[in-house]
């Protein structure tokens, strides 16, 4: 079996590293080359391309009739060879999930819509003219391992159809999907099963708990068609009721269950196999707004020990926000944007995307780091007289004092330094130590009534006290009406600045 | 008019049964001995226990699948049989009806899971079924009788073909009637198609298919008579020959006793699936 370790991506297309194989991908499709056939005549008869690659040596060909010897490489596959080869010394991860140019139509003839998608034809125009209903359209992403992938879009735009192609209880029209580097797409009915056994389990918008079946057996269901004996099955159906909390209720049935209740049951059942990933379609749309947030933070709970992949679809931006670890919006089946919430609310790609969000709070989705300034910061064993003079250089009234590692120990303001100036006092006796700080994923939302609270600037701590930064009310003020420009480079920016500061202080 | 030649589909119709019947022994001796087989089987056991056994097990019957009180109904209406005198003969019955649903059954929920399962199945069907239970009964006995000769099995066979179509048609309905959320998810936890249909399917579909086999009991009930009339023993004869007597008072006799089965049957067999549906 081909297992992939390391991932490229060439011209747009991917290119899997495995330990002991090769696999071509190509387009929309991938073929896998008939064990009967001579490797070089089936490239050079296909007319395509060829990449192979082991984990240290990674070789590039192109098959386009032109001759390939054993470890040559050809002329237009250099360039991209380096790539691959930077990925592979990088280590970087392959994702858990790949989605690759995947379309669903429904109807009699969804090949001919594919063609007029091609064309250019929009999914109402098809639906018009040919009946023909585009679920899904040209839909291209990766979810990493252990990542909240949240699918947002209005009712109608895909959702749904494009979470049941990843299981494959829909079968896609074109394009296809890995999950660990395994095509999920052209397995046998065999190895689907294995796959959704071992790797896949679904939360549904209306809990599909079966009726007939107590919670502990809804639970086992999963065990059960694996024939997992009945011991170690209740076992783990109990484990899995205990992860959401509903012990007491094992031997109760679905209709004697709260909503919420019924989705903890629901999300035990995906639990139970211990899969990979989480397929999750509205999993809390049914449910009443505060049991919702209930079972968010719950599943952000069980998250933070599980480190499953899920990918989660809602119509709920507010949702979306608060659990995604990146978001894609999607519309009439396509996707619009893929990124971080942060970066989905301060960068919408269009219009489209502008209006979605546009009502959503961004205090709940700006944390301290995004609006963070550079806190200016000096370490005690300095005199009051170069604590002063740095004060006025950057125009500020207080002063952070931290010590070699940038750990923040305390505040000095400019009175009580000018104090100390003439009484000759250190500053390590001088500062105050009980000083307002925050974690840097504070979210902005619980950070106005601090700042409401206190008079002093609040600082910005990391791991063992260290300053990061410092939280002014205007620089505040100023990301609650989308005046951030946030991005990686920005971030990696501020935490550079942060350590050169450390190091100059 | 007569330039227009008619469609010959009663030549058809007696050229297959022509061609049938060639193959008599091959085809309809297996089915002839097993129904007989389990005829004579059902009517020895109902006949040979001595009939307070038989009215205290449907007592108890009563009492497990259907509701408490009517238990009371079925041992008063029972043990009114016995004093009509009519108890042997509605032994008799009972074993065709029973016979007749087992073969209703055996082969009407198979053949209605097929249907859920294939819409090109289910259209072939559908006609089928209609035809089998509105075809007058006289219409299919005459070949009956003709494959298996006069007795109880070509009785047993026209009950099965009256009474079968409400099973195939609520099987068929009662699996499609599965949520398809329930459907999927034993799909997404990658159950099989065999394990979806025993674990998820059939199991939600018990009500209807219940329900199909109650219907299936009275309707097969309702055919006794007829069969009497090709020379099956039990009630339907004794109606036949009062019929054919002018003797009201038996006639009206037997036909209560053919009342009161049918009320134990179906309150059995109703309540079987009420119960069933409270617990989930
Ligand atoms: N079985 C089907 N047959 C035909 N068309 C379908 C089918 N399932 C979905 N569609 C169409 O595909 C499109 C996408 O549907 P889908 O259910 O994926 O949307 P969704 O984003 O999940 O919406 P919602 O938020 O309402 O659940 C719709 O236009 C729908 O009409
Ligand atoms: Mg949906």
Redesign the pocket.
């Known amino acids: 079996m081909y297992r992939s370790i390391f991932y490229g991506e060439i011209n747009g297309q991917l290119i899997h590293m495995q330990s002991n194989g090769c696999r071509w991908i190509r387009g929309s499709g991938s073929r896998h080359k008939p064990s009967n056939v001579d490797e070089k005549q089936w490239i050079l008869n296909r007319k395509t391309e060829y990449r192979e690659s082991t984990m240290w040596d990674a070789r590039y060909y192109v098959g386009l009739r032109i001759s390939i010897s054993n470890h040559a490489l050809v002329c237009c596959g250099i360039s991209q060879f380096f790539v691959l080869r930077k990925n592979v010394k990088r280590g970087k991860r392959m994702p858990k999930i790949q989605v690759r140019q995947l379309s669903k139509v429904?109807?009699r003839q969804p090949q001919l819509a594919l063609k007029l998608l091609a064309e250019g034809w929009t999914k109402e125009q098809i639906f018009r003219q040919t009946g023909l209903?585009v679920?899904v359209n040209q839909v291209s992403f990766d979810v990493e391992e252990g990542e909240i992938f949240v699918i947002m879009?209005l009712?109608?735009?895909?959702?749904?159809?494009?979470v049941r192609l990843c299981n494959r209880l829909i079968e896609p029209t074109s394009g296809t999907i890995f999950i660990d580097g395994e095509e999920i797409i052209g397995m046998n009915a065999t190895q689907l099963r294995e796959v959704r056994r071992k790797k896949l389990g679904m939360v549904f918008q209306n809990f599909a708990l079966f009726p007939q079946r107590t919670v502990r057996e809804n639970v086992e269901f999963g065990l059960e068609i694996q024939h997992v004996p009945v011991d170690a099955r209740q076992e783990k159906a109990r484990e899995a009721i205990a992860l959401v909390g509903l012990e007491e209720w094992e031997n109760a049935y679905p209709v004697q269950l709260s909503g919420g209740m019924r989705q903890r049951v629901g999300l035990a059942r995906a639990l139970a196999n211990n899969p990979d990933v989480l397929l999750m379609d509205?999993a809390f749309s049914a449910l009443d707004p505060l049991i919702r947030k209930d079972m968010q933070d719950e599943l952000l709970e069980l998250q933070m020990t599980m480190k499953k992949t899920i990918l989660f679809?809602t119509?709920d931006l507010h949702e979306a926000l608060r659990l995604g670890d990146r978001i894609a919006l999607?519309r009439d089946?396509q996707l619009i944007q893929v990124g971080r919430p942060e970066e989905i609310m301060t960068d919408p790609a269009d219009e489209f995307v502008k209006k979605f969000v546009e009502d959503a709070d961004l205090s709940r989705v700006l944390v301290a780091k995004n609006v963070m300034k550079r806190a200016e910061a000096i370490t005690p064993d300095k005199g009051a007289r170069v604590a002063l003079q740095l004060m006025m250089d950057n125009g500020v009234s207080s002063l952070y004092i931290v010590d070699k590692k940038r750990s923040l120990l305390g505040l000095v303001s400019a009175y009580d330094v000018s104090l100390a100036i003439s009484t000759g006092e250190t500053l390590s006796t001088i500062m105050k130590t009980d000083i307002p700080t925050v974690s840097p994923d504070t979210l902005l939302h619980d950070l106005i009534p601090m700042m409401a609270d206190v008079h002093v600037p609040i600082a910005v701590v990391g791991e063992q006290q260290r300053l990061l930064g410092v939280l002014v009310k205007g620089a505040v003020l100023g990301g609650l009406v989308g005046k951030v420009n946030i991005s990686d480079e920005r971030i990696e920016r501020l935490r550079v600045e942060v350590k050169s500061d450390g190091l100059r202080a | 008019m007569d330039s227009v030649p008619k469609v010959p589909i009663d030549k058809w119709v007696e050229g297959f049964v022509a061609f049938l019947g060639e193959y008599r022994g091959e085809l309809f001796d297996p089915i002839d001995s097993v129904i007989s087989g389990m005829l004579t089987f059902f009517s020895t056991v109902l006949t040979g226990v001595p009939f307070f056994i038989i009215i205290l097990l449907f007592g108890a019957l009563t009492w497990v699948f259907g509701k408490r009180n009517t238990m009371i109904t079925t041992v008063i209406g029972l043990s009114l049989i016995y004093n009509l005198g009519y108890w042997e003969n509605t032994m008799e019955t009972l074993g065709l009806v029973i016979v007749s649903a087992l073969v209703s059954i055996v082969v009407g929920i198979p053949a209605g899971i097929l249907c859920a399962r294939h819409d090109a199945f289910r259209n072939l069907m559908t006609p089928v079924l209609d035809l089998m239970q509105t075809m007058p009964a006289f219409v299919y006995l005459i070949p009956a009788i003709f494959f298996f000769g006069l007795g109880e099995v070509p009785g047993v066979i026209a009950s099965v073909i009256f009474a079968m179509p409400p099973i195939v048609r609520l099987t068929n309905l009662g699996i499609r009637q599965v949520p398809q959320e329930l459907a999927e998810a034993a799909d997404a936890f990658g159950s099989t198609g065999w394990q979806k249909l025993w674990k998820v399917q059939l199991p939600l579909a018990k009500t209807t298919i219940l329900a199909g086999i109650n219907q299936c009991i009275m309707l097969a009930l309702s055919m006794v008579v007829i069969a009497a009339m090709i020379g099956a023993k039990g009630l339907g004869a004794d109606v036949y020959r009062a019929i054919s007597q002018v003797d009201i008072g038996r006639g009206f006799e037997a036909g209560l006793s053919i009342v009161i089965i049918a009320i134990v049957l179906d309150r059995i067999t109703q309540h079987a699936g009420q119960k069933e549906r409270e617990t989930i």
Do not use: A, D, R
């Not at chain 1, 009712?155 to 494009?162: A, E, I, M, R, V």
């Open positions: 429904f109807g209903s679920g879009g009712s109608g735009s895909g959702k749904s159809t494009l509205e679809i119509h999607m089946g």
